[in-house]
């Protein structure tokens, strides 16, 4: 069943066209990967879904109600909730305090929202860091306490921005698993990452945009055998050459 649609996005930022005419489902309890290079477009379909830009044109529907132009608060409360690829806590509170805040969403009760907060703090694996102060963590920890923050607001869709540029390959497996209980836990993911490793194996579903337009959608297995992914990735002469190999066998080393 679909949780989420995007249809014919678009959003204009004067004569620079963002995301252009951009059509995708997210079905219920899927991961869904957003991809592309720099520039693509992935955050201004993130902040279009989630209500900080109004799009230009199209529509946004979240368990088929119309959210296209709902301001973000809203959004929030209806079940999307997104992480910030700049994470932004609140450097002056502590890590239970942040989360806290991200409970206080939806549970209206002080101790509910705390055994809430408690459960996400754990499990984003941020139990020896409940006391510590947001602002002198590490980034790795950091961005752990954005998705458990966003976490404890309850999402139907959590929409992740690039949450392991910048980690450790022991943060981006740690995160990769994170991402894999949180599904198990009921929550559909759309996530936009660049590391191609992390996401591919765990990902139901790919979406890649370049400059601005979707150039392909499918399961990872098909995306990266893409020549137009390829192309977007790699550029042109890169994508011959793998063309070629997949018709000749690889050239030699030398030529
Ligand atoms: N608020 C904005 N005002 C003007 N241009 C913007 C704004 N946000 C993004 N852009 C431009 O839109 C394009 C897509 O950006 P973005 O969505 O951040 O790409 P990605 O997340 O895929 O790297 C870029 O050319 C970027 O400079
Ligand atoms: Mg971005």
Known sequence: MTLLSVEHLTMAFGSLVAADNVSFNVERGSIVGLLGPNGAGKT???????????????????????????????????????????????????VLDNVLIGAFLKEK?????RGVANRCIDLCHLSEYRDALAGELPIGIKKRLEMARTLA?????????ETMAGLTSTEVNTAVELILKIRES????????????????????????????????????EIIENEQVIKAYFGEKYSKRMKQERQNGPAPAHS
Not at 153 to 161: F, I, Q, R, V, Y
């Open 186 to 221: 009921g929550v559909t993911l759309l996530v936009v990452e660049h590391i191609m490793e992390a996401i591919m194996p765990i990902a139901d579903k790919v979406v890649v945009l370049d400059g601005g337009k979707k150039i392909a959608e499918g399961p990872p297995r």
């Open 153 to 161: 607001s309850g999402p139907k869709l959590l929409m992740l921005d």
């Open 109 to 113: 009760s002080t101790s509910k929202a």
């Open 44 to 94: 201004t379909v993130f902040n279009c879904i989630s209500g900080y830009y109004p799009p230009t044109s199209g529509k946004v529907t979240l368990e088929s109600r119309d959210i296209t132009r709902a301001p973000a608060y809203k959004v929030a409360r209806l079940g999307a909730v997104r992480t910030f690829q700049v994470v932004q806590p609140l450097k002056e509170l502590s």
